[in-house]
Nanobody, 119 residues
Framework: VQLVESGGGLVQAGGSLRLSCAASGDIFSFNAMTWYRQAPGKERELVAAISRGGYEYYADSVKGRFTISRDTAKNTLYLQMNSLKAEDTAMYYC??????????????WGQGTQVTVSS
């Protein structure tokens, strides 16, 4: 299953963006779907995840501001980002895989979409 992200862009601090991740197949083929981000000079970090059963995880830095969701009819994963901060600036990646631990080695990854928040 291939993943393609979209929805990134330039936004002012305090603004909102919604990222989309379109899958070429059934997103339920993945046990977990995730959003990661990587800022220049920093390590990639897990931002949010959703399990097949609907359990959601958020990094502390985005809790209360970001919401992960999915539309199974459209095979699309979303990340609604509100109250954006300059420190949210990064390349955002969608990934799906069997487990969070195996996401890097066995997951399917999109090409990324850039989010830039101006302060």
């Amino acid at each position: 299953v291939q993943l393609v992200e979209s929805g990134g862009g330039l936004v002012q601090a305090g603004g909102s963006l919604r990222l989309s991740c379109a899958a070429s197949g059934d997103i339920f083929s993945f046990n977990a779907m995730t959003w990661y981000r990587q800022a220049p000079g920093k390590e990639r970090e897990l931002v949010a995840a959703i399990s097949r059963g609907g359990y959601e995880y958020y990094a502390d830095s985005v809790k209360g501001r970001f919401t992960i969701s999915r539309d199974t009819a459209k095979n699309t994963l979303y990340l609604q980002m509100n109250s954006l901060k300059a420190e949210d600036t990064a390349m955002y990646y969608c990934a799906g895989g069997p487990t969070l631990a195996a996401m890097t080695s066995r997951g399917s990854w999109g090409q990324g979409t850039q989010v830039t928040v101006s302060s």
